[in-house]
C-alpha cells in the first residue's frame, strides 16, 4: 500500500511513474503542458536551439502566450512578439494566441480548456501556479527550464512539503478571494511556504467560484510557494465538463496524509485587505489605510482580470465618477470577458465612470507600459506585486487590493471601501462634482 499522501505528491507520483513520493524525494516528471510567454519564450527558444533537436515534443503540449508586451509597446517588444510567432508557426504550436485571440495568460488557458485537473504544468511564469485551482499542479520555472520541456516534456522536481490552510466558516460580505490570499500572505510572510505545496480548503473556500478561487492560487507564488492547489469539488467540474480539452483525472488528499503545517482560518476574521509597499505581506485592513491618496487604480490582471472581478468593479462604478485626481485602468483579462463585459453592460459602467479601458495585457502589472507611474506617485492595484518600482519609478508606490476595494478608491480619491461612497454621496450636495454619483 502506498504511503498516505497529499494532493500535490499524488499527482508528482502519477507523473513520475510511482506508487508514492515522499517530500524531499528527486524525481522526473513528465509534462501535460509547457507555457512561455513573450517575455520568457525568446530565452526559452534560444535554449531549445542549443539542446540540438528539431522538433518540440508534443506541439500540442506547449502553449505559447504573446501577453506581457503586446500589442507590440515598441521595436523590441515587436521582435520578442516576432520570435515567438515564428517558432510557433515553425513548429506548428497549437496553442499559439496571436494578439486579437489572447488573454492574459493565465485566465486564458484555464478559460480555453487547456489545463485541467491532476495536469503537471510548468510555466516560465511565476504566477503558473494558478491552475492549482482546478485541481492540477502547476508551478513557475526559469526559461531554461521550459526549452527543456519543449524538446523532452519532462522535468526533474523536489518533492515539496505540503501546508494546509483550513478556511472554516462564512466570509462577510465584501470579502473575496483576493481579500483571503492576502490575509494568508501577511500571516506567513512571503517566505511562509518556501518550496511548499499550498493546499486550501474549507467551507469558505467551497462555497466560492472559480474566478475566486484562482486569485487564490494566483498569489501562492508571493508567500513564496511551489503550488496552490484546491480539491476538484462540484465547481470545478462544473467548470471543467465540455470545456477541458482532454480529460482530467481528481486526486484527493489522503485523510492521513503528513502536512508540514496546518492553518485553521476563521474565515469571519478576514476583512478587506490592503497589502502596503513594498512587500504583498505589508497587509492592513483597508478601513485603515484611508489616508493614503492615490493617483491611479489598476483593475485587472492574471490575478484579478476575470469576469467576476469585472462585475465587482462594476457595481461599485455604476452611477459614479472616477475622482478628477485619480487615472483608472479597467483591463478585462481575456477577449472572451471583455466580450462579456459588454454583453453585461459593465463597458459602459466603466466608460461613464471616466475609466480607461484596454484590450488584455499584463502591461501595468510589471511596469512595461499602460499605466507607467511617475516619481512619488500611488497606485491601488488588483495585481500580485508591489515591489520597489514594480509599475514605475522607483520612489512610486503600489498598494494591492481587491477590485471592489480599487473600484471604491479610484472613486473617493483615497483608499477606502464601498461603504465609504454612501457616505460621500450623502454629505455631497445636489449637483455636487465628479465624487457624488450621478
Known amino acids: 500500500m502506498p504511503r498516505p499522501m497529499t494532493m500535490a505528491e499524488k499527482i508528482l507520483a502519477a507523473h513520475a511513474g510511482l506508487d508514492e513520493v515522499e517530500p524531499g524525494q528527486l524525481i522526473e516528471c513528465d509534462l501535460d503542458l509547457v507555457l512561455s510567454n513573450d517575455v520568457t519564450s525568446p530565452i526559452a527558444i534560444k535554449e531549445f536551439r542549443k539542446i540540438g533537436v528539431e522538433k518540440v515534443f508534443d506541439p ?6 504573446p501577453d506581457h508586451y503586446v500589442p507590440n509597446k515598441d521595436i523590441k517588444s515587436a521582435e520578442q512578439a516576432k520570435i515567438v510567432r515564428d517558432f510557433a508557426r515553425e513548429q506548428g504550436i497549437t496553442h499559439y494566441y496571436e494578439v486579437g485571440c489572447m488573454g492574459v495568460e493565465h485566465a ?23 491552475y492549482g485551482a482546478l485541481g492540477a499542479f502547476a508551478t513557475g520555472v526559469g526559461s531554461t527550464d521550459a526549452g527543456v520541456g519543449y524538446a523532452t516534456g519532462k522535468a526533474w522536481f523536489k518533492v515539496p ?17 483576493k481579500d483571503v490570499i492576502l490575509h494568508i500572505i501577511g500571516m506567513i510572510g512571503v517566505d511562509g511556504a518556501l518550496y511548499q505545496a499550498m493546499e486550501f480548503t ?29 480539491e476538484v469539488d462540484d465547481v470545478t467540474r462544473a467548470y471543467m465538463d465540455g470545456r477541458t480539452e482532454r480529460p ?47 493617483d491611479q487604480a489598476v483593475i485587472g490582471s ?38 462579456q463585459c459588454m454583453e ?5 459602467v466603466f466608460l461613464d465612470a471616466n475609466c480607461a479601458v484596454s484590450t488584455p495585457t499584463c502591461g501595468p502589472c510589471l511596469g512595461g507600459y499602460m499605466g507607467i507611474l511617475a516619481a512619488g506617485e500611488r497606485a491601488i492595484a488588483t495585481t500580485n506585486r508591489n515591489f520597489v518600482g514594480r509599475m514605475g519609478d522607483p520612489t512610486s508606490e503600489v498598494y494591492l487590493s481587491s477590485p471592489a476595494v480599487a473600484a471604491a478608491s479610484a472613486v473617493l480619491g483615497h483608499i477606502g471601501l464601498p461603504e465609504d461612497l454612501d457616505a460621500v454621496s450623502a454629505a455631497a450636495p445636489a449637483g455636487a462634482g465628479a465624487q457624488g454619483a450621478e
Open 108 to 130: 486564458l488557458l484555464p478559460e480555453q480548456g487547456v489545463v485541467g485537473a491532476g495536469d503537471l504544468i510548468i510555466g516560465a511564469d511565476s504566477h503558473t501556479c494558478t
Open 161 to 177: 512539503e505540503s501546508l494546509l490552510f483550513k478556511i472554516e466558516g462564512e466570509l462577510a460580505p465584501g470579502v473575496t478571494g
Open 248 to 294: 482530467y483525472t481528481e486526486y484527493h488528499s489522503d485523510a492521513d496524509a503528513t502536512y508540514a503545517k496546518v492553518y485553521e482560518i476563521d474565515a469571519a476574521s478576514i476583512v478587506p485587505t490592503v497589502s502596503f509597499p513594498h512587500l504583498p505581506s505589508n497587509t492592513r485592513p483597508a478601513a485603515e489605510a484611508r489616508d493614503v491618496r492615490i
Open 344 to 348: 453585461e453592460g459593465l463597458m459602459d
Open 60 to 65: 500540442t503540449k506547449i502553449a505559447l502566450v
Open 302 to 339: 492574471c490575478t484579478n482580470g476575470r469576469i467576476a472581478d469585472m462585475r465587482q468593479a462594476a457595481d461599485v462604478l455604476r452611477g459614479r465618477k472616477v475622482h478628477p485626481d485619480v487615472r483608472c485602468i479597467v483591463i478585462p483579462a481575456t477577449q472572451a470577458v471583455y466580450r
Open 202 to 230: 474549507g467551507s469558505a473556500i467551497r462555497t466560492m467560484d472559480m474566478d475566486e478561487r484562482m486569485s487564490i492560487s494566483n498569489m501562492a507564488i508571493e508567500a513564496g510557494g511551489k503550488a496552490g492547489l484546491i
